[in-house]
């Protein structure tokens, strides 16, 4: 069954999210999430890295031999995170500061690496850099609201925004409360796709 361009976004959105259905990408789920701003920076790389790496593999799949596509694919994934790092450093050094050992380890994101594999060398171009996409939006938008969500409870604020006054709870932007948050949004997004 061929997907119209429409369903290939919207399947990485939510049939297909990474985060609350396929269970991927949890280091830098759980390691980034502390702020909004920061959830949302590490999936907008993500997303870049994603729709880059999965047209480039798209593009050669046919030329790589099979004994070797993944560490081509890895060499494609790293030289895309390259560029990422320098732009970031040179634009955005405060959210390269921020997002630190993250950035490079996008390499190795079983994200990527998985829409390479089961997606980019067996599609077109157009494809799949649409499934690239519809894959880091589920990401970016999954990050966004676990980040806001913590920073909420954790600080009182907003997208760096403060919005109560006083301390929040200390435990939601700290390990504990990702795991908390991770498991709740979990569960509602779970239960939003069984109505469906």
Request: with cysteine; hydrophobic share 50%.
């Given at each position: 069954m061929t997907m119209t361009k429409l369903q290939l976004i919207t399947k990485g959105l939510i049939k297909?999210?990474?985060t609350f259905v396929l269970l991927l990408g949890m280091c830098p789920t759980l390691a980034t999430t502390t702020s909004a701003i920061n959830g949302l920076s590490m999936?907008?790389?993500?997303?870049?890295?994603?729709v880059l790496s999965n047209m480039a593999i798209s593009a050669i799949a046919s030329l790589v031999p099979d004994k070797v596509h993944i560490p081509v694919y890895i060499v494609v994934i790293a030289t895309f995170v390259t560029v990422l790092?320098?732009?970031?450093?040179?634009?955005?050094?405060?959210?390269?500061?921020?997002l630190g050992l993250f950035i490079p380890l996008i390499?190795?994101?079983?994200?990527?690496?998985?829409?390479?594999?089961?997606?980019?060398?067996?599609?077109?171009?157009?494809?799949?850099?649409?499934?690239?996409?519809?894959?880091?939006l589920?990401?970016?938008l999954s990050l966004t609201v676990i980040g806001l969500v913590r920073e909420i409870l954790g600080s009182g604020s907003a997208?760096?925004?403060?919005?109560i006054s006083g301390d929040g709870m200390l435990a939601f932007v700290m390990a504990p409360g990702a795991f908390l948050v991770l498991g709740y949004l979990m569960v509602l997004f779970n239960k939003y796709l069984a109505k469906k």
């Open positions: 297909d999210n990474p999936g907008l790389a993500t997303l870049f890295v994603l790092q320098f732009l970031m450093q040179a634009f955005t050094p405060s959210v390269y500061a921020s390499v190795v994101n079983c994200i990527v690496l998985g829409r390479a594999e089961a997606f980019a060398n067996k599609h077109g171009v157009i494809d799949s850099a649409l499934d690239g996409l519809g894959v880091g589920g990401f970016t997208f760096g925004f403060k919005f």
